[in-house]
């Protein structure tokens, strides 16, 4: 079990920019064999990943947000970060740091571990 708490959302106007960051804390102590995902949900959506890094630093970014968005990770630290760059009223919502082992993959099923989320709301 991977617990996850995620921070940095706020309010940014359009154009401006902002970085979540997800701690994650395993029974283990370690995080590098996690795939740790990004996930936005809106009010009456449903939950997608924006982005993601496994365990072999594979990186994938939805289309929305290819070229505008970064994902890292640090197992010394046991974060991931989300920098958000340009970001567009379409970026608000609700952002999830999710946890599975190895790789990561498309479905919010298959991540048994998820914080708690941080609110992101872009105006424009």
């Known amino acids: 079990q991977v617990q996850l708490v995620e921070s940095g959302g706020r309010a940014v106007p359009a154009g401006g920019s902002l970085k979540l960051t997800c701690a994650a804390s395993?029974?283990?102590?370690?995080?590098?064999?996690?795939?740790l995902a990004w996930f936005r949900q809106e009010p009456g959506k449903e939950r997608e990943r924006v982005a993601s890094?496994?365990?072999?630093?594979?990186?994938y970014y939805a289309a929305t947000v290819q070229g505008r968005f970064i994902v890292s990770r640090d197992d010394e630290q046991h974060t991931s970060t989300l920098q958000m760059l340009s970001v567009r009223p379409e970026d608000s919502g609700m952002y999830f740091c999710?946890?599975?082992?190895?790789?990561?993959?498309?479905?919010?099923?298959?991540?048994?571990?998820w914080g708690q989320g941080t609110q992101v709301s872009v105006s424009a």
């Open positions: 890094i496994d365990s072999d630093d594979k990186i």
């Open positions: 395993t029974r283990s102590g370690q995080t590098y064999s996690l795939c």
């Open positions: 999710a946890a599975k082992n190895w790789y990561c993959q498309e479905a919010t099923w298959q991540y048994p571990d």
